[in-house]
């Protein structure tokens, strides 16, 4: 069965500075996808960044990039110039392939909180 | 606005009360789920649904139940509550359950969340 595990329950940064959070998983599929949501305390859920496991590519939005690493089955979230707007739960999540279970198998998260 | 709806957004109840948590998307979504929120353990997926009359437990469907009558609802439904049960329920949908043209289309929309509370 897929797992994912994110080890820092909690991070803290100071504005303007950068922050990885870690994300590993495991898996016996070859293609399937990870994600980053994030979750502020208003609780709702946002997508913060998507990869595809086909891809070499590391997927970046504006701040946000990932260090997909297949073959260690890791997928760190970093994120640039930090803002407090960031301050949130992050949790990583893996989906299964077309033809798979069709689950989404989320970590326990990560509380980041930006300090000024 | 394309949106997730969960209703009630909070509630109270009592161990052994049927409760439905009703949940809308406006997108024509094919594949709907729901996962419950708990401290320490993440989101964990319930039941999901890849189209209309097609579901499929996720990881903890015990006490649980769903139905997809219709493409836009997917109602939860919790026969017989108790106090376990007391957790964060998101809903939450994506376009497509296959995601042949890898546009995207399997990213879940989220619901606003519920707060159910089993005494």
């Known amino acids: 069965a897929q797992t994912v595990t994110q080890s820092q329950p909690e991070m803290s940064v100071q504005e303007a500075e950068t922050v990885t959070l870690s994300c590993t998983y495991d898996?016996?599929?070859?293609?399937?996808?990870l994600f980053w949501y994030k979750q502020p305390p208003s609780r709702q859920m946002i997508l913060v960044i998507r990869?595809?496991?086909?891809?070499?590519q590391n997927a970046t939005e504006n701040r946000f990039s990932v260090n997909f690493q297949k073959a260690a089955k890791s997928f760190s979230l970093k994120i640039s110039d930090s803002q407090l707007g960031d301050a949130a739960m992050y949790f990583c999540?893996?989906?299964?392939?077309?033809?798979?279970?069709?689950?989404?198998?989320f970590g326990t998260g990560t509380r980041l909180k930006v300090l000024a | 606005e394309a949106q997730v709806t969960q209703n009630p957004r909070y509630l109270i109840t009592v161990t052994g009360k049927k409760l439905t948590v009703t949940c809308s998307q406006n997108?024509?979504?094919?594949?709907m789920s729901w996962y419950r929120q708990d401290p320490g353990l993440g989101l964990r997926q319930i039941y999901y649904?890849?189209?209309?009359?097609?579901?499929d437990k996720g990881d903890v469907p015990e006490g649980y139940k769903v139905s997809r009558k219709e493409k836009r609802n997917f109602p939860l439904i919790l026969e017989s509550p108790s106090p376990n049960q007391t957790s964060l329920y998101f809903c939450?949908?994506?376009?497509?359950?296959?995601?042949?043209?890898?546009?995207?289309?399997?990213?879940?929309?989220f619901g606003a969340g519920s707060r159910l509370t089993v005494l």
């Open positions: 898996t016996s599929e070859s293609d399937y996808y």
């Open positions: 999540a893996y989906r299964s392939p077309p033809g798979g279970t069709y689950k989404y198998i």
């Open positions: 990869q595809e496991a086909y891809k070499q």
């Open positions: 939450a949908s994506s376009l497509r359950a296959h995601e042949g043209g890898r546009s995207g289309a399997n990213v879940l929309t």
């Open positions: 649904s890849m189209n209309v009359e097609v579901t």
């Open positions: 997108m024509n979504h094919e594949y």
